[in-house]
């Protein structure tokens, strides 16, 4: 167990190693750098540019710059944003939060909502129920999140019921405590719905398809034929085999829940991870960028790993150690 | 294959699903026929005009006059009475049907040229919302279709040479493909697009996003190619085929991809909504297709505009009404096809 876990782990290295250095010669081979809007500037004097340019190490190779850069961050050391002049790591702790909120709130709006909506459908296969959740469910898969993101803007400046963007309210620091998350909690409820609609969607199709699947097996049968009470058997018997295949999700989920909401966070100008890497990129704040990369490559392994640790908690049949065969 | 088109439209989902995407690419193909305006003919005298309503009035297609309320917001409001004649199939301005032909008439165009008809409302610079969500068509339609293609010739080749070979040449190429699969594709989209799009002009940028969208898709068809190729690879046919002294290259194209056909068509079909996708979030965020070309994305992108959500301009968020028509057609088709090819595929 532990001796998967921990070459699991070693393959991040090489992983990590390939794509930071993939992004840095995709970014040297874009033309311009962070300093090119300064450049232009015709009341920037050269000398100020080549000190920049020497402070930031941009004049060196670019080998060059990725080596001092790896040699940093093997010391802990992610290095500080140009555009910011902050901390990378300080950069992104403060967006961290915001993300991991929504993120956290979508993925539990997803969960609480679709498992009981996909094991209605599936009890009640083909009733009036079943066919408007599963055309629903279809809606919602083939809507651009963007625009769902647009439609819930545009909800809140017609009616005014909720925030038209942002984490917070101006006069959110002056606030109790308990006022200050409110305010949050207020501020978060249309991001939360636009990125959990589709969450709801997917997950209530896999439900409901895996729920029919449990129902026709022979347990259940059996589990009837003994005479156990309806209610019984589809919650003790067929929803713990049902659910199997979604707790593995949970990890995949788990990887996406810094990177999932970029557009919406953008749409919605909600002050998220997704926003500060895309400014980032579009900048070429290169650390920024990289740091960000490095977090995003490490929720992805860390995430397929929990969701097979998930699944071998679930399922004692599956064993782990057979896997990399 | 006239089969599979046959059991297609014996089911009702499939036909309406297949009558939608031919009329859509109708659309595409006769743009300019059906355009009622040049697709940046620009009007600033009649900014963000509702649409106008079409009736029926003295024996003959009309479109209510609007006149000008308040010029701030711009409000305008229908004068009770007052119409202009339309006429079918009228002369407008000249465009070239399929590319080629030089022509003047249209589907619908008013009688008199001063007429203000916008079918959908106009933008921001009175520019027909109609005509760009048509013209657009051709962008976000055409996308799915090449980056498919791309897709799946270079994950058939890949995967399909790498299940086929084995040993190193399998080794070397998966471990490309998980190391393609495991970088976010969101940067590797963002930072793709930040080295090739100053290298092409803003009307090529078609290409490039064809090109980024194609590149980050191909590894996961790669690894499922491979999958079924390797299982292919095993059958009787095959080892007898190679017996006789089949190159590989013929075994790949005579025996192996008529047996993967069925699942290429329904992947490519289910897999052309994440293209048509992709493009919009792209040209949405601003780095995709850019003025003056038309988009759907594009097309919303201008709708993020605080004063269209104040003053209800209702009909600028039309482009995604269009995108959710096109993307729900060809999950539908996707699906009925994948009944249709293989009945144990279904899921749902």
């Not at chain 2, 009475?81 to 070239?96: T, V």
């Not at chain 2, 799009?197 to 980024?212: E, N």
């Not at chain 2, 004063?307 to 209702?314: A, E, P, R, S, Y």
């Amino acid at each position: 167990m532990i001796a998967f876990i921990l070459r699991r782990l070693l393959t991040l290295v090489p992983l990590l190693l390939a794509v930071t250095l993939l992004v840095f010669v995709l970014m040297t081979l874009a033309p311009g750098d962070f300093l090119t809007p300064i450049k232009m500037q015709r009341d920037v004097p050269a000398g100020l540019i080549e000190q920049l340019e020497n402070d930031f190490g941009l004049n060196q190779p670019w080998y060059v710059q990725y080596a001092r850069w790896l040699g940093n961050v093997v010391q802990l050391d992610f290095g500080y944003s140009w555009s910011f002049k902050v901390p990378v790591v300080d950069l992104i702790g403060q967006r961290l939060f915001a993300t991991f909120l929504l993120s956290l709130f979508s993925m539990l709006l997803a969960w609480l909502v679709a498992v009981p909506l996909g094991v209605l459908a599936a009890i009640y296969k083909d009733s009036i129920f079943d066919r408007i959740s599963s055309f629903l469910a279809y809606a919602a898969l083939s809507v651009p999140e963007f625009f769902l993101a647009l439609l819930a803007v545009y909800l809140a400046a017609r009616t005014g019921w909720f925030p038209l963007g942002g984490a917070t309210s101006i006069e959110h620091d002056f606030l109790p405590l308990g006022a200050q998350i409110v305010d949050r909690a207020y501020h978060l409820v249309l991001p939360v719905i636009v990125l959990g609609i589709g969450g709801v969607a997917g997950l209530m199709r896999v439900m409901r398809a895996n729920f029919l699947d449990a129902i026709r097996a022979d347990y259940v049968q059996t589990a009837r034929a003994k005479g156990v009470p309806e209610g019984w058997v589809m919650f003790k018997h067929v929803l713990r085999n049902a659910i199997n295949p979604l707790i593995s999700s949970l990890g995949f989920a788990f990887s996406g829940l810094l990177s999932g909401s970029l557009v919406v966070e953008i749409v919605m100008n909600y002050p998220g991870l997704g926003n500060l890497i895309y400014q980032a990129f579009l900048r070429e704040d290169q650390f920024v960028v990289l740091a960000s990369i490095l977090l995003s490559c490490v929720m992805l392994v860390i995430g397929n790993l929990l969701a097979d640790l998930c699944l071998a908690w679930s399922d004692p049949r599956i064993r782990l150690e057979n896997q990399d065969s | 294959m006239s089969n599979l088109l046959r059991e297609v439209c014996r089911r009702p989902l499939g036909i309406a699903s297949l009558v939608t995407l031919v009329a859509l690419y109708l659309g595409a193909l006769l743009a300019g026929f059906i355009a009622v305006r040049p697709v940046n003919q620009q009007d600033l005298e009649h900014t963000y005009h509702p649409p106008t309503r079409i009736t029926w009035h003295d024996g003959g297609l009309a479109v209510q006059v609007y006149r000008v309320v308040d010029r701030s917001g711009p409000a305008y409001e229908p004068v009770p009475g007052e119409y202009r004649r339309l006429h079918l199939f009228a002369p407008g301005f000249d465009y070239k049907l399929l590319g080629l032909l030089p022509l003047q008439r249209h589907l619908l165009q008013p009688a008199d040229t001063d007429t203000v008809f916008y079918p959908l409302g106009s933008d921001s610079t009175g520019r027909c919302v109609f005509s760009r969500l048509v013209y657009g068509s051709r962008v976000s339609l055409t996308i799915g279709l090449i980056g498919i293609t791309i897709t799946m010739a270079l994950g058939l080749l890949v995967g399909g040479l790498s299940g086929y070979f084995g040993g190193k040449i399998d080794f070397f190429a998966m471990r490309g493909v998980e190391f393609l699969m495991a970088v976010p594709s969101l940067y590797l989209l963002l930072a793709l697009r930040s080295v090739l799009a100053p290298r092409f002009s803003s009307d090529q940028m078609f290409i490039v996003i064809v090109i980024i969208l194609s590149l980050i898709g191909w590894a996961g068809a790669a690894r499922v190619l491979r999958g079924m190729s390797l299982s292919i690879r095993r059958t009787q046919f095959v080892l007898a085929a190679e017996c006789m002294g089949q190159g590989p290259l013929g075994i790949l194209r005579l025996h192996i991809l008529p047996n993967l056909a069925s699942y290429l068509l329904v992947a490519a079909t289910l897999s052309i909504p994440g293209y048509i996708l992709g493009e919009a979030a792209l040209s949405f965020l601003g780095l995709g297709i850019a003025e003056p070309a038309s988009s759907w994305g594009l097309m919303l992108s201008q709708a993020q505009n605080i004063k269209i959500f104040m003053l209800n301009f209702w009909w600028l968020l039309t482009p995604g009404l269009a995108i959710f028509v096109t993307v729900i057609a060809f999950n539908l088709l996707g699906d009925v096809l994948r009944d249709v090819v293989d009945p144990r595929m279904k899921t749902q």
